[in-house]
């Protein structure tokens, strides 16, 4: 899928590296687990919504999972982005080790993170 706007374009999915093309690039929007690109970020978004997933987002919460050292205004602008663009009717961002702690059965734990 081809997004963004007349001077930059994404080529996203899995099919994006199989062909070649002059002066492109290949980045992440995250790093250590944070957003550092908030366009990138949103064109991937765009991209699981609508050839992923294929939903309309305003029709089914979201949630997504976030990092110990996640900066208040990080989980402000992540949250206001899925509600503002997005329409998400509810949103849960939760910590990595909480959901690690769920996924292995338990509602309390310690968790070690590497």
């Known amino acids: ?11 996203i999915g899995t099919n994006a590296l199989s062909f070649p093309r002059e002066k492109a690039e290949v980045v992440m929007p995250l790093k250590d687990g944070m957003i550092e690109n908030w366009e990138q970020c949103e064109a991937m978004l765009d991209y699981i919504y609508t050839k992923c997933l294929s939903v309309d987002s305003a029709e089914h919460p979201a949630m997504m999972s976030e990092v110990a050292w996640n900066r208040p205004a990080v989980r402000h602008k992540t949250c206001e982005m899925m509600f503002e663009k997005y329409n998400v009717p ?4 939760c910590k ?4 690690a702690a769920f996924a292995s059965g338990r509602s309390t734990a310690l968790v070690l993170d590497t």
Do not use: I, P
């Open 1 to 11: 899928m081809v997004t963004g706007d007349e001077n930059t374009k994404y080529h």
């Open 90 to 93: 509810a949103f849960f961002l």
């Open 96 to 99: 990595n080790a909480v959901l």
